[in-house]
Every structure is written in structure tokens, then in C-alpha cells.
């Protein structure tokens, strides 16, 4: 069962807005989640997590995320998208084990 | 800041042949992982292994791949006899003790091309 879904393929925003690329999850408990950035030929760059305490992470770049337990959703925000901010955005979750479960990716496209 | 590195970048190989696969974990780290990522599909877990054995495998980590540290630095993925399937982009990761303990740190990635 997919415990981690990003039900977007692609996210299309202008330069200057915001932006959102939404994650759920469907796990019972206290997930651990994490976003993951991939650029072009580049590796997974980490981003944020959430593991326990404040509902809403900062992370790198200006990203942040909000942890919402009733929506079972962890979605990636940031409040003035950038160019550069293109890639592809990965969701995951960390199991018991420690590894890390990813959704399937959410292409993000910031126009000029 | 310490990182993972991989190599080779881009490994091409003929179906049949053995690849072996390189990675260096951040140094104090002691739990390491592959993951491979099918071209535009999502990333997926394949090994973990510490203290030198596989800690967890997944269904697609058959009797064609195998892993080792063989001197306390490097962490390989060997690949046995190599299927056109098997083309994928090969990441590694590391995670360290401390306040890290929850963070995977990833390296760029092997692109394997099977032929």
C-alpha cells in the first residue's frame, strides 16, 4: 500500500508567488517525514523533516512545511517562488527501520 | 561540509557483466543504504546494512546484487550479471549517530545504462 502520495505530477507557478507541491501520508501514528530536492543530474538534497514538536518546519532555501495530523498531509511551501526553485520535489517518509519511503515526485516549474 | 561521493557518475555496461558500484559514506556515519531510481520513476530502497551486514533487503535486492565495506571507507553495490532492467540511477546514502540520527545523506548518484 503506498504510504506516501504526491498527487501532483507537475506544479506550474510564476516567479514572485507562492507555491505548494502536497504530500499525505497514510500511516498510522507519528510519521517521520522528510522533502527531498533533486535537480537536474544532481543527487536527493535534503530539505526539511518533521519528526516531532512544531506543526510547521523550516528548512532550506525558505521552503517550509506544515505537519497537519487530521489531514494526514504534509505539504512543501514557500511564500515567493524563485527560478532556481525548479527540480523535482520528493516526499518520504521514514519507516521503523529507517528507510526512507518516497512518493513519486512532484516536478516543480517556476516560469520568469 | 562532509557529503557522500559515488562513483563512477555514468557506468555503461553489456547485458551479463558484472558492475560494481562505489560509494564513500560521511566518515562518522555508521548505517548505509542504496537506493535506485528507474528514470522518471520514484526512488526506491533496495539495502540497508550495518555494522557490517544487511540490515534489511528489499524484493527487487535478488541474488544479483550484493553489497560489502571492504575496508572500513568504501560501500559497494555489486551487481552480478547485469539485466536491461537494471538501468537505473544508483544512489547512495549514509546516516550518522547524534542529533543526525533521523537524516539520510545522499550522494549524486551512479547512472547505470545497461545495453
Known amino acids: 500500500a503506498q504510504s506516501v502520495a504526491q498527487p501532483e505530477d507537475q506544479v506550474n507557478v510564476a516567479e514572485g508567488n507562492p507555491l505548494t507541491v502536497k504530500c499525505t501520508y497514510s500511516?498510522?501514528?507519528?510519521?517521520?517525514l522528510f522533502w527531498y530536492v533533486q535537480y537536474p543530474n544532481r543527487g536527493l538534497q535534503f530539505l526539511l523533516k518533521?519528526?516531532?514538536?512544531?506543526?510547521l518546519v523550516k528548512g532550506s532555501y525558505g521552503f517550509e512545511a506544515e505537519f497537519n495530523k487530521s489531514q494526514t498531509s504534509f505539504h512543501l511551501k514557500k511564500p515567493s517562488a524563485l527560478v532556481s526553485d525548479s527540480a523535482l520535489y520528493f516526499c518520504?517518509?521514514?519507516?521503523?527501520?529507517?528507510?526512507?519511503?518516497f512518493g513519486s515526485g512532484t516536478r516543480l516549474l517556476v516560469r520568469p | 561540509e562532509p557529503e557522500v561521493t559515488q562513483t563512477p557518475s555514468h557506468q555503461v555496461t553489456q547485458m551479463g557483466q558484472e558492475v560494481i558500484l562505489r560509494c564513500v559514506p560521511i566518515?562518522?556515519?555508521?548505517?548505509f543504504y542504496w537506493y535506485r531510481q528507474i528514470l522518471g520513476q520514484k526512488v526506491e530502497f533496495l539495502v540497508s546494512?550495518?555494522?557490517?551486514?544487511?540490515?534489511?533487503k528489499s524484493e527487487i535486492f535478488d541474488d544479483q546484487f550484493s553489497v560489502e565495506r571492504p575496508d572500513g571507507s568504501n560501500f559497494t553495490l555489486k551487481i552480478r550479471s547485469t539485466k536491461l532492467e537494471d538501468s537505473a540511477m544508483y544512489f547512495c546514502?549514509?546516516?550518522?549517530?547524534?542529533?543526525?540520527?533521523?537524516?539520510?545523506?545522499f550522494g549524486p548518484g551512479t547512472r547505470l545504462t545497461v545495453t
Open positions: 518533521y519528526i516531532t514538536g512544531d506543526n
Open positions: 518520504a517518509r521514514m519507516d521503523s527501520s529507517y528507510k526512507l519511503i
Open positions: 546514502a549514509s546516516r550518522g549517530p547524534g542529533r543526525a540520527v533521523n537524516e539520510q545523506y
Open positions: 546494512f550495518y555494522n557490517n551486514e544487511i540490515s534489511e
Open positions: 500511516v498510522s501514528g507519528n510519521p517521520y
Open positions: 566518515s562518522n556515519h555508521l548505517y
